[in-house]
Antibody, heavy 116, light 107 residues
């Protein structure tokens, strides 16, 4: 059974940093691209970033480019999102999802709140 | 960036009704169109990928159609568990983009 479990969310001040993690199980992690998608409270879905299975290529939404970094550790079956320079508009539920451009499994999400 | 426009943003229907949700892309995306269902407080769930293909485990009352710029999600006979929000998403090119969502409510 595929499982994705996010962690690391919380309250952070504007300009601060946070690292989200996603622990994956139930599939061959190294063979699968992985993605972060976010959803601001009461709003729609927004693609954030994806990384290829090898970790050799990464892609970002313009809204986070230069501030967020996606990475993975295939030996530990974990996906990370390093978030710097956080802004109020980054407040959202962050989901990790399996796949590059189509996502067949999703985690339950972790909430990031950026506020002073 | 490719803009995805869903319509309607909300609709009211009854159990057993046939409903269609439309998604329009700002440029051609061939058949690279997915549909997700999201229930309150839960992660989205993939329903249909590649415009037409039903994800494993999804009931056959859900179907997709279209190509190019215009796409539809049809629910042939609404069930109580279908009253929730649906999103389209283009998987043609980054940045990957979603429609604004359609909330299906009970009439």
């Amino acid at each position: 059974e595929v499982q994705l479990l996010e962690s690391g969310g919380g309250l952070v001040q504007p300009g601060g940093s946070l690292r989200l993690s996603c622990a994956a199980s139930g599939f061959t992690f190294a063979n699968s691209a992985m993605t972060w998608v976010r959803q601001a409270p009461g709003k729609g879905l927004e693609w954030v970033s994806f990384i290829t299975g090898s970790g050799g290529s990464t892609y970002y939404a313009d809204s986070v480019k230069g501030r967020f970094t996606i990475s993975r550790d295939n030996s530990k079956n974990t996906l990370d999102l390093h978030m710097n320079g956080l802004r109020a508009e980054d407040t959202a539920e962050y989901y990790c999802a399996k796949g590059a451009k189509t996502w067949d499994y999703w985690g339950q999400g972790t909430l990031v709140t950026v506020s002073s | 960036d490719i803009q995805m426009t869903q319509s309607p943003s909300s609709l009211s229907a009854s159990v057993g009704d046939r409903v269609t949700i439309t998604c329009r892309a700002s440029q051609s995306i061939s058949s690279f169109l997915n549909w997700y269902q999201q229930k309150p407080g839960k992660a989205p769930k993939l329903l249909i990928y590649g415009t037409l293909s039903l994800q494993r485990g999804v009931p056959s009352r859900f179907s997709g159609s279209g190509s190019g710029t215009d796409f539809n999600l049809t629910i042939s006979s609404l069930q109580p568990e279908d009253f929730t929000t649906y999103y389209c998403q283009q998987s043609y090119i980054t940045p990957l983009t979603f429609g604004g969502g359609t909330k299906v409510e009970i009439k």
